[in-house]
């Protein structure tokens, strides 16, 4: 039997982390096609309304349900509106480690969501689920995926040299592949102790 995680939703100070939904298609797939995550992700340029739909409605539910991984939406509480995304993967059950990645929307950067959104998907995952490791990996130059790693306690572990295809837009403005190093981080429970609590989570199971 594949081992999942529950269908359920995380709340902090400011935030609900829950399931994707059809509604949210219009602004995920705003927010897929921003510079910065075009740059720094794999995910199709441009990004579709036909992308966001199949992520939403097929893509993102088959992490969960096939033992991969889960994918949050992150929004903000007092508007609902959909500020980013935080997705564990490559999740090994019988190690209890996952790779915890994220995207913020660019309207909403600046606002320490995606450390809060990313901390309480670890107590998460700590807590709740009895995992013992969270990785996170980082271009070497997307210095602010690299301060939110080190916001939330992760500890840097090495360089994978030539080890990402990010994208870079020349002088004509066309998007060219550049082969990049990648910083491996990693969070285990202890480290935990001495991050400044980012309000806390609740989770509350069988989402819908």
Not at 46 to 66: G, N, V
Not at 122 to 143: G, I, M, S, V, Y
Not at 156 to 175: K, Y
Request: charged share 25%; aromatic share 10%; proline share 4%.
């Amino acid at each position: 039997m594949t081992s999942t995680f529950p269908d359920i939703s995380i709340s902090t100070e400011r935030l609900v982390l829950r399931p994707l939904e059809e509604p949210d298609i219009e602004a995920f797939a705003e927010m897929m096609n921003d510079e910065l995550v075009t740059a720094w992700t794999s995910v199709p340029h441009p990004y579709t309304r036909a992308d966001a739909r199949a992520w939403i409605s097929e893509l993102a539910p088959a992490e969960r349900t096939e033992g991969r991984g889960i994918v949050f939406a992150v929004t903000e509480f007092l508007t609902q509106r959909l500020v980013g995304i935080v997705h564990l993967r490559h999740t090994d059950w019988r190690v209890r480690s996952s790779e915890i990645a994220y995207v913020i929307a660019p309207w909403a950067r600046g606002e320490g969501y995606a450390a809060e959104a990313a901390l309480a998907t670890a107590q998460w995952l700590f807590h709740d689920q009895k995992f013992e490791r969270l990785e996170l990996r980082t271009a070497a130059d997307n210095t602010a995926s690299q301060q939110v790693a080190q916001k939330i306690g992760c500890i840097s572990e090495g360089v994978l040299r030539g080890a990402w295809i990010a994208r870079t837009r020349t002088g004509n403005g066309e998007w060219v592949e550049v082969r990049t190093d990648v910083i491996v981080w990693s969070l285990l429970p202890e480290d935990l102790a001495g991050v400044t609590d980012a309000g806390g989570f609740t989770s509350f199971s069988d989402w819908d």
